[in-house]
């Protein structure tokens, strides 16, 4: 491995409010290849969706610099595609118009007008949501809309897809499924993917590497886990697998006794 | 990694396929029963209001009948107006024309002037909402300038123009404007930080963001402005006309209080509720049509 595919240099982020300076993370460095799919866990408010805002280019890291495919990237764009938290879909736009305003950004120039309205179909159909096009936002429900989010971020052919606990207000089922989506797709197009998780088993289904964060103030990363299962995975089968129960203990290990370090600490 | 060249078994899909369209039929039950019910609702709003009417009508009839009143009962409004009821549409000399025609010249000084305030006031509003220096230079300045009663701009927009009606337009604009760039400032300062964001992942440019997520985000604070401000324009359409003259509902008023023809008075005043409820209404239809899907998201 030469050069990684996205790299976060040295990144240091605090802010600064009324005089008073808070630092949230401190020389945070991770480099990503292409194609991987990194979950990044850890306690609420350690700085977890300030570490995506700034590979977004949302926020302005203090010192530290995001580089993708060799270039710095201080600036948002559709090559981060982000589906956030709270779905952000626009509910005055359908469904298909939430897709299709990103589609038509991205590829206004270079896709002719039929090009345009099969691609944004052809994500929709990717999560499965081609039925609902004609819809708005506010006609369907949370885990469509989430779903949604991710043909619209997919749609745009993102270099690196930056997912901020897309699933964190979703019943267990509908997460699972969607869980099991997002496999799929990344399966078939082998995108660079950035997932902020809560959920630890989420973490290990999916991800390639799990990225597990320090508390706050000043989040470090603490420990990178490897999880080497092969993939296609399947929750069932994993249930039970020996390396799948191992990945999970070590990241409950370490938010279990980072945890209790902390509020030892106070 | 080589990810990329693992396959889930296309298996895998069908299940989920179905689940995903049962989700979608739940919505909407019972859609014809709705009809009978829309009807009741309209009659128990009906009949309170019918009620109310005669009820006024009764006691308006009551207190005007004596012989000495300075006001006149409704069968005598009926009686002495009846012509001005009866044809709205004549075509006379000078301002002697039917109600229809001077309620149309006053709408269409309230439709230029409050057109205008309409544009202006929403281009002001987005810029004072959008810049928080545009904001600190000019909101003090609206914040004084819209207290400052309508009619008291006509001697100076008479003095300007020279002109009765480009005064009278100038009056309604300057009255509807400020509600309108007020609630409009409001609505762009309350755009949600996520819609701004998608809007910066897509690199919407100045113009894109203007029309894709400002107009549409601030639309309901937008239609609150402009239904303040066609309630203002019709109240102060009035009293302009009434001291520019020429055809118009509120000259109409004024002449007929110089004849003494207080029955044309009360028709008038009917006409005038009429409109301006009427045009109420439609600026909160568009308003609801234009945002359908805004308020929930
Ligand atoms: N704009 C801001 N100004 C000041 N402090 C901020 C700002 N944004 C975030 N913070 C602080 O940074 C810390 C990290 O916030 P962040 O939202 O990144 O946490 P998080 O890990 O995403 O939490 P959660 O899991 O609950 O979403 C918090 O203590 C928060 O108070
Ligand atoms: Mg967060």
Same mark, same amino acid.
């Given at each position: 491995m030469t050069k990684s595919y996205l790299s976060l240099e040295l990144i240091d982020k605090s802010f600064e409010r009324g005089g008073v300076r808070t630092e949230v993370l401190k020389q945070v460095s991770l480099s990503v290849d292409k194609g991987e799919f990194i979950s990044i866990i850890g306690h609420s408010g350690c700085g977890k969706s300030t570490l995506l805002n700034i590979v977004a280019g949302l926020t302005q890291a203090t010192t530290g610099v995001v580089l993708l495919d060799g270039r710095v990237a201080d600036e948002p764009g559709p090559d981060r595609a982000v589906v956030f938290q709270n779905h952000s =879909? =626009?509910?005055? =736009?359908?469904v298909y118009e939430n897709v299709r305003l990103g589609v038509d950004k991205v590829f206004g120039s270079s896709k002719s007008k039929a090009e345009r309205h099969d691609w944004t179909m052809r994500n929709l159909e990717l999560v499965q949501m081609a039925h609902a096009a004609d819809k708005r936002p506010s006609e369907v429900s949370g885990g469509m809309k989430q779903r949604v989010g991710i043909a619209r971020a997919l749609a745009m052919e993102p270099k690196v897809l930056l997912l901020d606990e897309p699933f964190g207000a979703l019943d267990a089922l509908t997460r699972a499924h969607l869980q099991d989506q997002v496999m799929q797709i990344h399966a078939e197009l082998g995108n660079t993917v950035l997932m902020i998780t809560h959920d630890v088993d989420e973490a290990v289904l999916l991800s390639d590497r799990i990225v597990m964060m320090t508390n706050g103030p000043s989040a470090r990363i603490g420990e990178i886990l490897d999880v080497p299962l092969s993939r296609p995975r399947r929750r069932i089968e994993l249930a039970a697998d020996r390396t799948y129960l191992k990945c999970r203990e070590a990241v409950l290990k370490f938010l279990y006794e980072r945890h209790r370090f902390v509020e030892a600490a106070e | 990694m080589s990810v990329t060249n693992l396959k889930l078994p296309q298996d895998a899909a069908p299940p989920h396929a179905a689940r995903v369209i049962a989700f979608s039929r739940t919505a909407r039950p019972g859609a014809s029963r709705r009809l009978p019910a829309a009807l009741m609702t309209a009659l128990t709003n009906l009949v309170p209001l019918l009620v109310t009417l005669s009820f006024i009508l009764v006691a308006w009839q009551v207190i005007c009948s004596a012989p000495d009143s300075s006001l006149p009962a409704p069968t005598r409004v009926l009686e002495e107006s009846w012509e001005l009821i009866a044809h709205p549409f004549y075509v006379g000399q000078g301002v002697d024309q039917g109600l229809f025609w001077h309620i149309s010249a006053s709408l269409q000084r309230v439709a230029i002037g409050y057109a205008l305030a309409a544009v202006v006031g929403i281009a002001l509003g987005a810029l004072v909402g959008q810049s928080a220096l545009a904001m600190r230079g000019l909101d003090p300045i609206f914040q004084v300038l819209r207290t400052v009663p309508p009619l008291a701009w006509l001697p100076l927009s008479l003095a300007a123009f020279q002109d009765g009606t480009p005064s009278a337009i100038f009056v309604i604009f300057i009255t509807a404007i400020w509600p309108i760039i007020i609630n409009t400032a409001v609505g762009i300062r309350n755009i949600p930080q996520d819609y701004q964001n998608v809007a910066k992942v897509l690199r919407l440019n100045a113009f894109e963001y203007f029309g894709k997520i400002m107009l549409p985000a601030a639309a309901p604070y937008i239609f609150t402005g402009l239904r303040i401000g066609i309630g203002l324009s019709w109240l102060a359409i009035v009293a302009a006309e009434m001291l520019i003259g020429g055809v118009g509902i509120g000259f109409f008023i004024w002449d007929a209080w110089n004849s003494s023809l207080i029955s044309d008075i009360i028709v008038a005043l009917i006409y005038v509720g009429i409109v301006g409820f009427l045009l109420d209404r439609l600026i909160a239809l568009i308003g609801r049509v234009v945002t359908r899907g805004t308020a929930t998201a």
């Amino acid at each position: 491995m030469t050069k990684s595919y996205l790299s976060l240099e040295l990144i240091d982020k605090s802010f600064e409010r009324g005089g008073v300076r808070t630092e949230v993370l401190k020389q945070v460095s991770l480099s990503v290849d292409k194609g991987e799919f990194i979950s990044i866990i850890g306690h609420s408010g350690c700085g977890k969706s300030t570490l995506l805002n700034i590979v977004a280019g949302l926020t302005q890291a203090t010192t530290g610099v995001v580089l993708l495919d060799g270039r710095v990237a201080d600036e948002p764009g559709p090559d981060r595609a982000v589906v956030f938290q709270n779905h952000s =879909l =626009l509910p005055w =736009l359908t469904v298909y118009e939430n897709v299709r305003l990103g589609v038509d950004k991205v590829f206004g120039s270079s896709k002719s007008k039929a090009e345009r309205h099969d691609w944004t179909m052809r994500n929709l159909e990717l999560v499965q949501m081609a039925h609902a096009a004609d819809k708005r936002p506010s006609e369907v429900s949370g885990g469509m809309k989430q779903r949604v989010g991710i043909a619209r971020a997919l749609a745009m052919e993102p270099k690196v897809l930056l997912l901020d606990e897309p699933f964190g207000a979703l019943d267990a089922l509908t997460r699972a499924h969607l869980q099991d989506q997002v496999m799929q797709i990344h399966a078939e197009l082998g995108n660079t993917v950035l997932m902020i998780t809560h959920d630890v088993d989420e973490a290990v289904l999916l991800s390639d590497r799990i990225v597990m964060m320090t508390n706050g103030p000043s989040a470090r990363i603490g420990e990178i886990l490897d999880v080497p299962l092969s993939r296609p995975r399947r929750r069932i089968e994993l249930a039970a697998d020996r390396t799948y129960l191992k990945c999970r203990e070590a990241v409950l290990k370490f938010l279990y006794e980072r945890h209790r370090f902390v509020e030892a600490a106070e | 990694m080589s990810v990329t060249n693992l396959k889930l078994p296309q298996d895998a899909a069908p299940p989920h396929a179905a689940r995903v369209i049962a989700f979608s039929r739940t919505a909407r039950p019972g859609a014809s029963r709705r009809l009978p019910a829309a009807l009741m609702t309209a009659l128990t709003n009906l009949v309170p209001l019918l009620v109310t009417l005669s009820f006024i009508l009764v006691a308006w009839q009551v207190i005007c009948s004596a012989p000495d009143s300075s006001l006149p009962a409704p069968t005598r409004v009926l009686e002495e107006s009846w012509e001005l009821i009866a044809h709205p549409f004549y075509v006379g000399q000078g301002v002697d024309q039917g109600l229809f025609w001077h309620i149309s010249a006053s709408l269409q000084r309230v439709a230029i002037g409050y057109a205008l305030a309409a544009v202006v006031g929403i281009a002001l509003g987005a810029l004072v909402g959008q810049s928080a220096l545009a904001m600190r230079g000019l909101d003090p300045i609206f914040q004084v300038l819209r207290t400052v009663p309508p009619l008291a701009w006509l001697p100076l927009s008479l003095a300007a123009f020279q002109d009765g009606t480009p005064s009278a337009i100038f009056v309604i604009f300057i009255t509807a404007i400020w509600p309108i760039i007020i609630n409009t400032a409001v609505g762009i300062r309350n755009i949600p930080q996520d819609y701004q964001n998608v809007a910066k992942v897509l690199r919407l440019n100045a113009f894109e963001y203007f029309g894709k997520i400002m107009l549409p985000a601030a639309a309901p604070y937008i239609f609150t402005g402009l239904r303040i401000g066609i309630g203002l324009s019709w109240l102060a359409i009035v009293a302009a006309e009434m001291l520019i003259g020429g055809v118009g509902i509120g000259f109409f008023i004024w002449d007929a209080w110089n004849s003494s023809l207080i029955s044309d008075i009360i028709v008038a005043l009917i006409y005038v509720g009429i409109v301006g409820f009427l045009l109420d209404r439609l600026i909160a239809l568009i308003g609801r049509v234009v945002t359908r899907g805004t308020a929930t998201a």
